[in-house]
Structures are given as C-alpha cells and as structure tokens.
C-alpha cells in the first residue's frame, strides 16, 4: 500500500504540515529555488482532491517546485525517497527498527495530530531504506553500539535523503569545527611554554607584588596564529555539499580568531559579516540574500583573480591557510587559472584543496581546471562526509 494516502481534504492536520515542511526543506538543502510562496501551494495542493493519490500529487508538486532542467532530472528521485521511502538503501540508517513497521503514511499522521510529540519521535525514530526484517529482537529505536554521530560520519553527503539526517549532519559539521579550533588552541598552548626564563619580564610583573616574583615569565618562540581563509564553492555542482559546507564553514569563523570566507560561483562574494553571526539559521539567510546566484556555473580562475586582485593582501600573511572547498569543474581558461593558483600560492603558507569527488570511486583529477591547479596544492583531500572534514585537524595543527 502506498505511504502517500489522503482520504478527503479535511484530513490535514499539524503533522502532515510539519511532514511537507520537512519536504521543502529537503528541497532547498538539495538546490531547489523554494520559497514561502511555493510552499503555500503546496500546501493547497495537500488539501484538493489530488493529494487522494501519490503519484497524480507527485505530478502536481514537480510542476511547482521545478524551474530547471536540474529540477527535473533530480526531483522524482527525491520525492520517492521523501515520501515512498523509495531509492534510499544506501542513505541514513538511524534507528534499529525497520522501515515497514515504523513508517507512517499521510492518514496515520493525520490520525495522530492530536498526540503532535508522538507522531514526531515515530518519524525520527524510522530508518529510511530498509528492508523489513525479522530480528527477533524488541525494537528500541537506537542501533546497539552505534551513535548517530557514527552513523554519519563515513556517508556521502549526496546519499542522505531524510532531512532530518541532513540537519543532523549540519550539526555535526559545525560542531566539529569548533571541537578542532579547541584541540589546536591547546597545543598552541603547550608550546608556548619556554624551556628559559625571561628575567626582564620577570621583574616588571613583580612591581606591582611589591618586588616579590609571584609570576615566572618563560621565553619562548614567538608564533603567529594560524590564519584561515576559506573559498567556498557554491556552484550548481556543488549542491550535495554546500549546505554541510557552510555549516563547516561557519563553526570555523564562530571558532577561530582569525578566519576568512568567500563565497564563489560565477562572481566571488566576501561573506565572513554575515557567518560571524552566532545563530546559525540566521548567519544562511544573510549569507543567501548576499550571494545571490548560488547554483549557477563556476568561474574559478575570476573568482581567484578577483581575489587576488582585491583581497589577498589585506587577509593573508606568512602563517595563512588557504582552503578551497570545490569540486574544480571550471568554465574559465585552464591557464589562467594555473597562473592565479601559482599567485596565490607564493603569498600564502599553504594551500588545502579539499574535493568530495575524490570519495567517488574512480575519480581521477584530470579535468583541465584541477589538474592546472593541482601542482600549486599542498594538500588535496577529500571532503565528502564528516570524517574526512576531520581528518584536517591534524595537518591543520602541524601549521
């Protein structure tokens, strides 16, 4: 029986609301062009006789939320997933429950408005994707031995489907780049410790103890504290990854003291005002309302010469990281782009290039874009889930 099954249209109620808002969010974090007016048609759409069948309502919702060819091709792999639980078994697996058992279709959750807080835990609680099974065990809700940290950590941000899971990964992402600033602040700490003592330092921190040397001063190395700057990728190609992205993106900036970020797709936008905001909700919108263009074409070689040109030498000095979050489909001219990696490259300490395809099987960089950047890299890793976001710490540390 489909999971898609309205009987009439008074049947709507608050949890079917929240289930077509988890939807359109599931669009947007996919690349959709989705805003307050389409999700009142939508939810108009929910309420007339259409809604009685999936597929006439699935018809209904492509014709409305599709503006591109992009759209087009991608939408009913995302409906499916959403709402018939459909082409998902490589996605989330969170809970220890089967799919059949604990799904919900439309007239179980209208069923069930008046118990809100049930109907939200039985959605969370559901594993997109898997099979029904017969275990023999009493289902918890909770996978033994696995956290939903671990669970995301080693998945392709383009396999997860559920929003829900996506807005977990979201998290995790910023929460792992403030957790990385923690541990590399530490050891910045440690070495700072001088083996020598600076006696003239010494003395003039004992005036105000009356002369008494209450507080040793060490010498030691003076260091310059690692300075990050990040151009963030927000192309069409991009759109699987550029919500996890940000999210890193902007725990970075909320974390380091001295970090930098722009945004680039055909032009290159300064967006480090708008993600040094502490709310996170509120630092995308502004982020969003500035970039306007995001997933378009990509202008690498302009956005770096821009960078270059306007840029370069008020955010970088001798101990500056640059990193670039981007699959390196360029539409400019190889050489050109050759020639602003080698500029940027003789500013800065490193370059970290950091590409989700690279956790592709059988992706080699031979596009005429990466490999002319390629030679003025110092690092190129991947970034297509959290445990490669991770595996940065430690060379970020050794800077």
């Known amino acids: 029986m489909s999971p898609l099954v309205l009987e009439s249209p008074a049947d709507i109620g608050a949890a079917l609301r929240m289930r077509l808002a988890g939807f359109v969010r599931s669009l947007r974090d996919s690349g959709f062009k989705v805003g307050l007016a389409e999700t009142k048609d939508a939810l108009a759409l929910l309420q007339s006789p259409l809604a009685r069948r999936g597929h006439s309502l699935k018809r209904a919702y492509r014709a409305l939320f599709c503006g591109r060819r992009s759209d087009w091709q991608r939408f009913d792999e995302i409906f499916d997933a959403f709402w018939f639980e459909r082409g998902v078994k490589s996605g989330i697996k969170i809970s220890g429950t089967s799919a059949k058992k604990s799904m919900k279709t439309i007239r179980e959750l209208t069923d069930a408005q008046g118990s809100r807080q049930d109907t939200i835990a039985g959605d969370v609680e559901r594993q997109p994707g898997e099979e029904d099974e017969d275990t023999g065990d009493t289902p918890s809700g909770r996978r033994e031995g696995a956290s939903i940290a671990e669970n995301l950590g080693q998945v392709d941000f383009r396999n997860i489907n559920d929003p829900d899971a996506m807005e977990k990964a979201h998290q995790l992402a910023e929460r792992l780049a403030k957790s990385m600033r923690v541990r590399l602040t530490r050891r910045d700490r440690q070495k700072r410790k001088g083996p020598r003592l600076d006696l003239r330092r010494t003395i003039r921190h004992s005036i105000a103890h009356g002369g008494t040397p209450i507080e040793l001063i060490k010498k030691g190395p003076r260091q310059r504290q690692l300075r990050l ?23 970075m900036l909320d974390n380091f003291r001295e970090a930098e970020a722009f945004l680039f797709h055909t032009r290159l936008v300064h967006v480090s005002s708008a993600l040094s905001e502490r709310d996170a909700a509120r630092a995308l919108d502004r982020m969003g309302l500035m970039a306007q263009g995001m997933g378009g074409g990509t202008k690498i070689s302009e956005a770096l010469a821009d960078f270059n040109r306007w840029h370069a030498a008020r955010v970088i000095h001798s101990r500056t990281c640059v990193m670039i979050l981007s699959d390196g489909y360029d539409t400019g001219d190889p050489d050109r782009l050759g020639a602003e990696m080698a500029a940027l490259r003789r500013r800065c300490k490193r370059i970290a290039w950091l590409n989700p395809l690279i956790g592709w099987d059988g992706y080699e960089p031979v596009a005429g874009g990466m490999a002319a950047a390629l030679p003025h890299v110092d690092l190129f890793a991947p970034a297509h889930n959290l445990d490669s976001l991770a595996a940065l710490e430690p060379y970020l540390a050794k800077l």
């Open 229 to 251: 700057v990040i151009l963030l990728d927000a192309s069409g190609s991009m759109n699987n990854y550029t919500g996890v992205f940000t999210r890193f993106v902007h725990g």
